[in-house]
């Protein structure tokens, strides 16, 4: 379907929990623009070797790929540890690019243990980094901190990939 679609001129989004061959990969990525991946307690060994997950560096090259491949990636990140490591994982998406978005979803977490997380994620150079559990769903600049896309006032602060307030460039899909 997202083969048809695509070739009709829709704009397609490809959500995957990235763990699968690279053969499959770079057959389905042509056809998508954008890429949602879900991960889960960032990427944790310990936690996806319970799963039956052998080598993680294949859903790393996988999230390698479609950022290369798709015009927008963007991922979710499920953490129900409170001892969550973040910053591998973050570094690992700066290492792409800091401007990728990364949503934190939790289960069971105090906001405290969440607003740590975080942070840890942001301290990895992530610029937009948000989370449904602390009410903040507006987007900020990572220069100015001004609110560039308002949720509730329905309101776009960005023109020509650029913040209106400060100049400073926003890699973000809109």
Known sequence: ?????????????????????????????????????????????????????????EIYETILYLYRQTRHIEVLNFINDPKNDVKQFSEFLVSLSPSIPMHIITSNLEIT????????????????????????INTKCYNCGNVLIDRIEKKINVENNRCKFCGAKINLLI
């Open 1 to 57: 379907m997202g083969k048809l679609f695509f070739r009709r001129g829709f704009k397609n989004v490809f959500t995957t929990n990235a763990y699968f061959s690279s053969n499959l990969v770079k057959f389905i990525a042509k056809y998508f623009e954008i890429a949602r991946v879900i991960v889960y307690n960032s990427l944790d060994k310990k936690f996806y070797s319970k799963l039956g997950a052998k080598n993680l560096d």
């Open 113 to 136: 243990e969440i607003k740590k997380i975080k942070e840890d994620a942001e301290r990895s150079g992530l610029r937009f980094v948000y989370s449904q559990d602390l009410m903040e």
